[in-house]
């Protein structure tokens, strides 16, 4: 029976927390946990519920700015950003790895410290009602969203509705508080105004209250002053923009920073390998959907080199649109003249990547260590490889066998 399978898994948990130091525990369910060691249970309807109201309570004892981060693409790579700025003021608080959900958030906030002077929360979604949620526990003193695109349209349907569940965030949240918002994305604007009516702070490379100009591809000119990009592409201009506006709303003096700054990214985001032979990588492979696809693609296309490759695969949970936004990533690659255009392809849809690429000296792989072997083929100097595509494709472990097999063909 599974509700026993998972009680007993219940129990083991218990005596494990027990082990490791716990003082009490919050059950739905009192247990025998039939340890020399016992501790006190506080039995509740909803362990999870209960969990959560824990970490609003233990929030509400922090007087200090609390900035919700939430959107389509980019939330991790801004939330690193603007974790990095607020550091050269203070001591900084911020989502780890992909705690960004239910359970990830009130953990994030019950490692909440006196010594912590900003915390820095990931919020993300895969239905609406959850970013209510998570800025009910949150109370963010900071809500920013840096878009809206189509990234889980498979479930909820529409643009519009990736919009709304988006602008929870700002519905949820104290009428104290300040909304920071991508100026240069127009749905998120509409329907950021339907719902918050509190001082807001707009950003954008085309326009808003803090604008930015890309002066080159390694330079972002703000109100007169010049600041070196800590990532590339114009898609991390944008976010490095949104992590200055957060700054400047908490008076955090940005002189500092035309200096430049070092962001580390978890694993897959925005990383760059330059491999032996003058052959880099640009690993994507942590998450993929249309328009960070197409950010990635004209980030490879920006990054000097004699050939430019595109390693994709499929872009998950996009529903019936799928095959259409699948043909538009192969249509840019088209576009921007991509060299070459190498296809993982674990689900059919993904075969339109190639299709809308037509012209394009393209190939389709179903097995990871055939794209290995025919990548190994073909790499030469002076080559730039972009590798994207969702985290469940796998396409993260050609990336590690492609940089093995170079580095030893290089011993």
């Not at 690659?333 to 000296?361: H, M, N, R």
């Amino acid at each position: 029976d599974e509700e026993v399978r998972s009680f007993e898994g219940f129990i083991n948990f218990v005596k494990l927390a027990i082990r490791k130091g716990a003082i009490v525990s919050i059950v739905q369910k009192q247990i025998l946990t039939n340890s020399s060691k016992q501790i006190p249970q506080f039995q509740v309807k909803n362990s999870l519920e209960a969990y959560q109201k824990l970490a609003r309570w233990w929030r509400d004892r922090f007087n200090i700015p609390v900035i919700a981060v939430t959107g389509s693409v980019g939330k991790t790579t801004t939330k690193e950003l603007i974790s990095s700025v607020l550091s050269i003021q203070g001591n900084v608080h911020k989502t780890q790895a992909n705690y960004n959900n239910e359970i990830g958030v009130p953990k994030t906030l019950l490692q909440l410290e006196s010594s912590h002077d900003f915390a820095v929360i990931e919020m993300a979604m895969r239905a609406s009602g959850e970013i209510a949620l998570l800025a009910q526990i949150t109370c963010p003193t900071v809500g920013m969203i840096t878009n809206v695109g189509t990234a889980h349209i498979g479930r909820l349907g529409s643009e519009e509705a990736i919009a709304q569940a988006k602008c929870e965030l700002l519905a949820e949240m104290p009428n104290t508080s300040i909304a920071i918002l991508n100026h240069d994305n127009p749905l998120l604007q509409k329907t950021a105004a339907k719902v918050w009516r509190g001082e807001t702070i707009t950003y954008g490379l085309e326009g808003g209250d803090l604008k930015g100009e890309l002066i080159d591809s390694q330079t972002l000119r703000v109100e007169g002053k010049d600041f070196p990009l800590p990532l590339s592409g114009r898609h991390n201009a944008l976010n490095y923009l949104g992590a200055l506006a957060v700054a400047k709303v908490l008076n955090v003096d940005w002189t500092s920073l035309m200096q430049g700054l070092t962001v580390n990214l978890p694993g897959g985001r925005s990383r760059r390998y330059d491999m032996p032979h003058d052959i880099s990588i640009l690993d994507e492979t942590y998450n993929a959907g249309l328009e960070s696809m197409l950010a990635a693609l004209h980030l490879l296309k920006e990054t000097p080199g004699k050939r430019h490759i595109a390693v994709l695969g499929t872009m998950k949970e996009l529903g019936e649109r799928s095959p259409q936004f699948h043909r538009q990533v192969g249509e840019k690659v088209k576009e921007l003249g991509i060299e070459q255009l190498f296809v993982l392809v674990d689900d059919p849809e993904t075969e339109a990547i190639a299709e809308g690429a037509l012209g394009i000296s393209s190939e389709c792989f179903q097995d990871r260590d055939e794209l290995v072997k025919r990548l190994i083929e073909i790499a030469q100097s002076g080559d730039r490889i972009l590798f994207k595509a969702s985290n469940s494709v796998g396409l993260n472990r050609v990336v590690e066998e492609f940089r093995d097999r170079l580095a030893m063909a290089s011993m």
